[in-house]
């Protein structure tokens, strides 16, 4: 259904509208049982707050009726679905973007198994693969079912902080550059210069996240579990490992974001003009600027995994047992050197098959929560004020 945000008329209408794979897969199946656990509890709460009835109700009419003129003046400030009440829209925003972080991650993550595994330089004979599904195909049948889930639990750890603070950080700054630059009006340079300070955000977070769960998703990661892999790069790497690619990842992550918002918000003005709740057009935005963005910066992405997996220790034999990849200017020479122009661009087939329902998912899932939140709080608002009176 399209629902048409807050209707200002008196006259109201619903419209229907490890090398050992056991070991892996043992270790994988757990986290993602604690996970689905941990997420199941959380989304019957949000969801048990949420009141209002978004679709799938009968068509309902009420007649008109008179009302006061402060009950009319009541309905002519509610705040729209863009506008949210004062006070409340750094909360709502946090709370849309973690679950939808959330969601984003989890339900791609073996796509982007995939990917990594499709990036390394020097694949083991036994991790050469063709395509994602054959790829999918044959980590499932070798290694076990659960072996694509592995690093799942730390990467929702991360995501859920890691897209409250992106969303809520782009959601304020997009509209106080808005004001500045072009008021009354939406502008694709405060679009993109929002999208690229929360990435800032973003990164710090989830860095250490990401360095832990690429190492786990290569072929015969030599980690049992998350704590494992963790105490180990502290202990051999020190701290400084977890944000080692943090620099290339801004370099990559700032033009993909900025690429992103700005198809967002211009395919938005297209599809769905007065900005209501629409979730076929925020769907299919989401999807097409993801696809847009991460086609852009797969190079990127390359030099990003090689700084975070180290693949270079299984190469650099006889020229010292301590060699890192220690920068993207160092990581890019070594890709050049082993794959050429076109190893800038392995895995560019997974990585777009990952971000476009990837983004699709988090946008649609991030504007249901905002929607499905602000009206649950205008209609709280409103009895309140309806009680007071009485």
Same mark, same amino acid.
């Given at each position: ?168 950080? @782009? +959601?304020? *700054?997009?509209?106080? &550059? ?8 939406? !502008? #694709?340079?405060?679009? $993109? ?17 990401e360095v832990v769960k690429q190492r786990m998703q290569m072929y015969n990661s030599p980690y049992g579990g998350v704590m494992d892999c963790i105490r180990a790069v502290w202990q051999k790497e020190g701290p400084a490992a977890f944000y080692r690619s943090y620099t290339t990842q801004l370099t990559m992550n700032v033009p993909f974001q900025a690429l992103h918002f700005m198809? @967002? +918000?211009? *395919?938005?003005?297209? &599809? ?8 076929? !057009? #925020?769907?299919?935005? $989401? ?88 009206? #649950? ?14």
């Open positions: 259904m399209e629902a048409d945000g807050f209707v200002r008329r008196r006259r109201m209408t619903a419209e229907t509208t490890g090398n050992d794979p056991g070991v892996a897969g043992a270790s994988a199946g757990a986290e993602v049982r604690w996970l689905g656990g941990r997420f199941w509890g959380v989304s019957e709460s949000i969801v048990g707050s949420l009141t209002p009835r978004i679709g799938g109700e009968t068509e309902l009419q009420t007649v008109d009726f008179i009302r006061s003129a402060q009950d009319a003046q009541t309905e002519d400030t509610e705040p729209d679905y863009e506008g949210l009440p004062q006070g409340a829209s750094t909360s709502t925003h946090m709370l849309a973007g973690a679950v939808a972080g959330i969601m984003e991650h989890c339900l791609m993550f073996p796509i982007d198994c995939v990917k990594t595994r499709m990036q390394s330089l020097q694949p083991d004979p036994a991790a050469r693969y063709r395509n994602v599904m054959d790829a999918l195909r044959r980590i499932v049948a070798t290694e076990g079912v659960w072996r694509p889930m592995r690093g799942l639990n730390v990467t929702a750890i991360g995501a859920g902080p890691a897209h409250a603070l992106y969303f809520a950080s @782009y +959601e304020k *700054l997009k509209k106080t &550059l808005s004001d500045v630059i072009h008021p009354g009006a939406n !502008s #694709h340079l405060a679009n $993109g210069t929002a999208g690229c300070a929360a990435t800032l955000l973003h990164d710090a977070v989830m860095n250490p996240a198809t @967002y +918000e211009y *395919l938005q003005e297209l &599809l769905n003009p007065h900005r209501q709740y629409n979730p076929s !057009s #925020h769907m299919l935005s $989401g999807a097409l600027a993801g696809a847009i963005a991460a086609a852009a910066t797969t190079p990127l992405d390359v030099c990003k995994t090689l700084l975070n997996t180290q693949e270079s220790l299984t190469l650099g034999q006889g020229q010292g047992a301590h060699r890192h990849i220690s920068g993207l200017a160092h990581a890019f020479r070594t890709v050049y050197r082993l794959g050429g122009l076109q190893g800038f661009f392995k895995g560019v087939q997974a990585r777009i098959i990952y971000q476009m329902p990837s983004t699709a998912i988090s946008w649609s899932v991030y504007e249901f929560f905002k929607y499905g939140l602000t009206k #649950h709080q205008h209609n709280k608002r409103r009895a309140q004020h309806m009680e007071a009176e009485i």
